[in-house]
C-alpha cells in the first residue's frame, strides 16, 4: 500500500483544480463537496455543513474527483430512501448518482412518449400533496430532442401514468403527461427554459402545476393540468436520450422534495445538542406515554424540534393551541406564540396572527422531556375553522437528499458498465475505443484519445463494437464464447480462427460460420470468460476507460498506471475521475 500513498502525496505538486465530487473513507466516512488535494498529499472536502475536512490516505477508500456526469453517475452514491432503474427498452444501460448536492444520470436508446416510456429513473414516495425542484445544469444529447427533468409517476411499468416537466436539448421546456395507463403521451405546454434553469412540479390532490426560475426564488408558473395519481406516487428525476447509439446525460443540483408533514430532528437529553434521528411526522399529536419515540432514545429525557411551513385555506386570523407534558415552545413566522391550552374548557384563543390562504407560514416547535409521561399535539383555529389538530395536508416541509455514512456503493459488475465500442480484458480491465486490427495473436487497439496500443488477443474477453437492442443479453454471455448480434442473440460455439477481421465460430448446431466485425449485425465478439483480478486500486478515466491497477507511480506530469495484462499505461492526470481502493473479502 505505500507505492499508492506515495504516488498520491506527488499528485499534491500538480496544479488540479478543485472540482464537486465525493470521498469515502475506510472507518464508514462519507463527505461531499469540492475535492482537492492538500499540500501533504491529503485529500480536502469542502462540505457544505461542516466547511472543510482532511481525509488522510492511509484511511480513503474511495474518491471522485470531478463532478463529469459519468463519474457521478457510475460512481456516486444515492441518498437514503432514493432508487434508480431503467423503466422499458432502453438502448444503452442507464445510471445515476448523487455527489455534494450534484446528481447525474444517463440513457441510451430512450424516449418519454409514444404508448409506453423508456428512461432512466431515480425516485423516491410521496405520500399526499408536494413538489420537487432542481436546477437542471446542462443536458446533454445527439438528438435535440433528448430531455431530462422531474417526474411524478404512478408505477415503474412503461407505460404508467405520469406528469413530467422536462428541460430539451434545444433549449425549451415542456410539460407531458399519460391520462390513462398505455394511452398515448400528450404535450400540454412548452416554455422556453434553456439550461441551466430552475424547475418545479407541484402536486395539489389531481392538480399539478409547473413553473420555471432564473435563480430559484422567484418562479413564474409556465401552466397546470389535471391528472389522477394514487396518494402514495413516485417522485423523483428522469431522463431519455432519443438517440438509439449514445447516451443523454442530464446533470441537476440543489434537488428538494417538499412535503406534507413537518421535519422532526429527535435529541438524546433536553438540550438538542445529540442527535438521534430525524423523520418527517404528519402531524404533531402524539401520546407517547411512557414510551420513547422511536430508536435510538430513553422514554425520559429526550427533545424534539419541528420544522417547516403551514398552509392556511383561509385569508384570515388563526389561533394556535398546543399542550406539552412536560415543556414546549411554539413560532409563528419567527413569532414567539404564548402557550394556549389545546382543550377548549381549559382557555380562551390568545394572540392571533394574520394567515392568507395558499402561501406558507414558517413554523418551528420546540419540545423537551424530562421524566414520566410524555406528550405533545399542537392546533388552530379561525373564525370559518373550528379548533383543531393541525392537518398533515396543511403542513409541509422540505427534505434535503442525504447520504448515509454507512451508504454502499452502486458499484456495478463490469460488463455493465461496458461503452457501446472498447475492449473488456480478462481482468475486467475496459479501454474505451476503436479497434483498428485483430488477428490470433495481437489486436490493435485505438484509444478515445488517439492514442494506439498493442494487447495480445488471448488477454482479450470481449471486442464490443456495438451495443446489442437488448443490453441485458451483455450480462447473459459471462463463460461462453462465440458471437453476440446486434438484436441480442448470442451465436455460441468454439473461436476457431480470428483473421483478416473476421472471426470464425463453429457452433455444434450451426456448423463453422464467419462473423466479421464490419457486419452491421455483429454487437461484440465473445472470446473468452472474464476472472477479475484483486488489484491494488481500481482507476476510471473520463472516457469510460477502467483500470484494474496493481499499482501506481507518477513520472513528471504523468500517472503510471500498471495492469496486469496491460503493463504500464502513462495517463493526463486530468482525465482520471475515479479511484477506488480495493478491499480484500
Not at 445544469?137 to 415503474?156: K, P, V, Y
Not at 424530562?370 to 398533515?392: C, D, F, K, N, T
Not at 464490443?464 to 462465440?482: D, I, M, S, Y
Request: charged share 20%; proline share 5%.
Amino acid at each position: 500500500m505505500r507505492r499508492i500513498v506515495a504516488a498520491f502525496s506527488l499528485l499534491a505538486a500538480w496544479a488540479w483544480s478543485a472540482h464537486a465530487g465525493f470521498v469515502r473513507t475506510l472507518d464508514g466516512k462519507s463527505y461531499g463537496g469540492e475535492v482537492r488535494f492538500a499540500a501533504n498529499g491529503d485529500l480536502v472536502v469542502n462540505t457544505t455543513n461542516r466547511g472543510p475536512v482532511t481525509v488522510p490516505l492511509r484511511n480513503l477508500l474511495h474518491a471522485v474527483f470531478s463532478a463529469t456526469a459519468a463519474a457521478t453517475s457510475v460512481g456516486g452514491l444515492l441518498p437514503d430512501g432514493w432508487k434508480a432503474v431503467d423503466i422499458g427498452p432502453v438502448r444503452l444501460p442507464g445510471s445515476a448518482g448523487f455527489s455534494g448536492d450534484q446528481w447525474a444520470l444517463q440513457v441510451g436508446g430512450a424516449e418519454i412518449g409514444g404508448n409506453a416510456d423508456a428512461l432512466h429513473f431515480v425516485h423516491t414516495r410521496l405520500a399526499g400533496d408536494g413538489e420537487i425542484s432542481a436546477r437542471v445544469t446542462r443536458i446533454r444529447s445527439d438528438d435535440s430532442l433528448g430531455r431530462g427533468g422531474i417526474m411524478f409517476r404512478e408505477t415503474l411499468q412503461p407505460e404508467s401514468r405520469f406528469a413530467a416537466w422536462l428541460v430539451k436539448a434545444d433549449g425549451s421546456c415542456t410539460f407531458r403527461q399519460r391520462s390513462s395507463a398505455g394511452a398515448s403521451v400528450a404535450s400540454k405546454f412548452t416554455v422556453q427554459a434553456a439550461a441551466p434553469c430552475w424547475i418545479k412540479l407541484t402536486r395539489k390532490k389531481n392538480q399539478f402545476a409547473a413553473f420555471k426560475s432564473a435563480d430559484g426564488r422567484n418562479w413564474e408558473q409556465a401552466g397546470a393540468s389535471t391528472l389522477e395519481l394514487p396518494g402514495n406516487a413516485l417522485v423523483g428525476l428522469a431522463v431519455a436520450s432519443r438517440n438509439p447509439s449514445s447516451l443523454g446525460v442530464v446533470t441537476m443540483e440543489k434537488a428538494r422534495l417538499t412535503r406534507n408533514g413537518l421535519w422532526g430532528e429527535y435529541f438524546a437529553g433536553e438540550d438538542f445538542r445529540r442527535p438521534q434521528f430525524t423523520r418527517v411526522d404528519p402531524l404533531v399529536d402524539f401520546g407517547w406515554g411512557l414510551d420513547s419515540p422511536g430508536a435510538g432514545l430513553e422514554s425520559d429525557h429526550f427533545s424534539v424540534r419541528w420544522t417547516g411551513q403551514v398552509e392556511p385555506k383561509f385569508s384570515e386570523n388563526y389561533a394556535f393551541y398546543f399542550d406539552a407534558d412536560d415543556e414546549a415552545q411554539l413560532w409563528i413566522d419567527g413569532q414567539v406564540v404564548p402557550r394556549t391550552s389545546f382543550k377548549k374548557g381549559d382557555s380562551k384563543p390568545g394572540k392571533t396572527f394574520p394567515l392568507q390562504a395558499g402561501r406558507r407560514h414558517d413554523v418551528k416547535m420546540e419540545y423537551r422531556e424530562g421524566g414520566g409521561s410524555a406528550s405533545v399535539r399542537l392546533g388552530w383555529s379561525s373564525p370559518s375553522l373550528v379548533r383543531e389538530i393541525i392537518p398533515a395536508s396543511r403542513l409541509y416541509c422540505t427534505v434535503e437528499p442525504k447520504v448515509s455514512a454507512n451508504a454502499t456503493n452502486r458499484a456495478a459488475p463490469p460488463q455493465a458498465s461496458v461503452p457501446a465500442r472498447g475492449i473488456l480484458l480478462r481482468n475486467g480491465s475496459f479501454l474505451a475505443g476503436n479497434v483498428q486490427s485483430v488477428g490470433d495473436t495481437s489486436l490493435k487497439f485505438a484509444c478515445s484519445g488517439g492514442k494506439q496500443i498493442t494487447v495480445f488477443t488471448h488477454n482479450v474477453a470481449w471486442i464490443v463494437f456495438r451495443r446489442p437492442k437488448r443490453p441485458q443479453a451483455l450480462e447473459n454471455v459471462a463463460g461462453h464464447t462465440g458471437v453476440l448480434l446486434e438484436n441480442g442473440d448470442f451465436y455460441e460455439g468454439e473461436i476457431k480462427s480470428i483473421k483478416d477481421r473476421s472471426v470464425k465460430v463453429s457452433s455444434v448446431l450451426f456448423g463453422l460460420k464467419s462473423f466479421p466485425q464490419d457486419s452491421g449485425e455483429v454487437a461484440a465478439w465473445i472470446l473468452g470468460d472474464i476472472t477479475p483480478q484483486a488489484p491494488l486500486c481500481e482507476l476510471r478515466t473520463a472516457d469510460g476507460s477502467v483500470f484494474m491497477a496493481k499499482s501506481l507511480a507518477v513520472d513528471k506530469d504523468q500517472v503510471v498506471v500498471t495492469d496486469e495484462l496491460l503493463g504500464p499505461v502513462n495517463l493526463a492526470p486530468s482525465i482520471i475521475t475515479e479511484l477506488k481502493r480495493n478491499m480484500p473479502k
